[in-house]
């Protein structure tokens, strides 16, 4: 079972290979597909003049990083390491918020950063002195749900995430240039809209003292029928209203349907009706979003249970009972030794993984625009065993 990406030509030289020929596990990040996505970022950049970001929380894969500089404005980070990363691999502008700052860790932090966002007007003074000409911001909460998933929700009751406008005072606002919301998760620009109606209602009053206003995350910009017309409209007309600049940091969007995960069957298990396939991936280690959302992956190839002919369960390799991947429908019956590929696992997975079990990280690679392969990072033992003491 091969994913259906176009294979060419046996390679011999370069280190280039084909897709099918690469190791298992493997996440494999399409430059094609990620080169679509960066176009339609700049595309908005070009013709609003907001500035667009790198989440590194979604994609820290600096190996793109060079390819992505020539797109976006600069990276986003959530603490020291990604701020550190940011800077030292794509270079533009680096920002960081988080809920809260290490001590220890701040005089790095704001050596590295342009803009810091702060959580609370506790973290504000706290360190304010210590920012080094970086331009100051405060992380605002519009209490103003538009999403389900209660786990990415920070507008749900009682959040630890941004000042909601009952807390706020002008007279804390010394040094601050710019405001910061992030309420999204996989959304369109329609909720963005109702987002910056709340924004402007309970702190519009604000907005006329600042330079900038970061919309944060969660944009969906990359999907296919997102309303772009509306997010560009939504930019303007806080720039047009208020004098600011605008930022945005997707995450997501930069890396959308740009990955894939191989994997390959290693047993098969029978079981009160059910065919588990044992696969050499896991999605608890590889993916822990399937769990965690939850979320069914895409895979080639496949359909809903029944849908075709034979059905599966994919499971992983490691001792947690619940750690499969979901139920899965093929055409043709699935062996020991076939392979399968996973849709979107660009995302949340390289930036997630872990070694439970002492499973083996997956290797990394690239597929060319041209459909050439090349590894660019592989895992072993000493990568697990650091990870330790």
């Given amino acids: 079972m091969g994913a259906s990406l176009g294979y060419r030509r046996e390679p011999d030289h370069g280190g280039l290979m084909e897709f099918n020929h690469l190791p298992s596990p493997c996440y494999v990040v399409d430059e094609g597909k990620l080169i679509n996505n960066l176009t339609v970022l700049k595309q908005v950049q070009d013709d609003t003049g907001c500035k667009i970001l790198l989440a590194q929380k979604a994609f820290s894969m600096f190996a793109e990083y060079p390819l992505m500089r020539n797109y976006l404005s600069g990276t986003t980070a959530s603490s020291l390491f990604e701020a550190r990363l940011g800077a030292e691999e794509m270079g533009g502008e680096t920002h960081i918020f ?9 005089d790095e932090i704001a050596s590295l950063c342009r803009h810091i966002v702060f959580n609370s007007f506790a973290q504000l003074e706290k360190y304010k002195g210590r920012c080094k000409g970086s331009s100051i911001g405060l992380r605002i ?12 929700d920070p ?9 909601i406008a009952s807390d706020f005072s002008s007279e804390l606002l010394d040094g601050v240039e710019g405001l910061h919301f992030h309420t999204l998760c996989e959304q369109g620009s329609d909720d963005l809209a109702i987002t910056l109606m709340a924004v402007e209602e309970k702190f519009g009053k604000w907005l006329f003292q600042m330079k900038w206003l970061n919309f944060g995350g969660g944009h969906h910009i990359t999907r296919p029928g ?16 208020y004098g600011l600049e605008v930022y945005l ?6 890396a959308l349907n740009a990955g894939y995960l191989i994997t390959e069957v290693l047993d098969i298990v029978e079981n009160s009706g059910v065919t588990n396939l044992i696969l050499d991936s896991s999605a608890a280690c590889h993916n822990p979003d399937v769990l965690e959302m939850p979320l069914r992956p895409l895979l080639e190839g496949s359909g809903k249970p029944a849908e075709k002919a034979y059905t599966y369960r994919l499971a992983s390799c490691t001792c947690l009972a619940g750690d499969i991947f979901g139920d899965y429908s093929f055409d ?14 660009a995302i949340y997975s390289m930036v997630k993984n872990n070694t439970f079990n002492g499973i083996q990280l997956p290797t990394i690679a690239v597929m060319e ?5 090349r590894i660019v990072k ?12």
């Fill in 378 to 389: 592989s895992f072993g033992y000493e990568d697990f065993k650091t990870r330790l003491s």
């Fill in 249 to 254: 940091e997707p995450g997501e969007a930069v």
């Fill in 226 to 241: 997102y309303d772009i017309a509306l997010l560009e409209g939504c930019i303007r007309h806080m720039q047009k209203k």
């Fill in 141 to 152: 909460n519009p209490e103003c749900s538009t999403q389900d998933h209660g786990i990415y």
């Fill in 155 to 163: 507008c749900t009751s009682g959040s630890r995430l941004g000042i």
């Fill in 98 to 106: 988080s809920p809260a700052f290490k001590d220890s860790n701040f």
């Fill in 369 to 373: 625009e041209g459909g050439d392969c």
């Fill in 332 to 345: 043709n019956p699935l062996g020991v030794g076939d392979r399968l590929c996973f849709n979107n696992m």
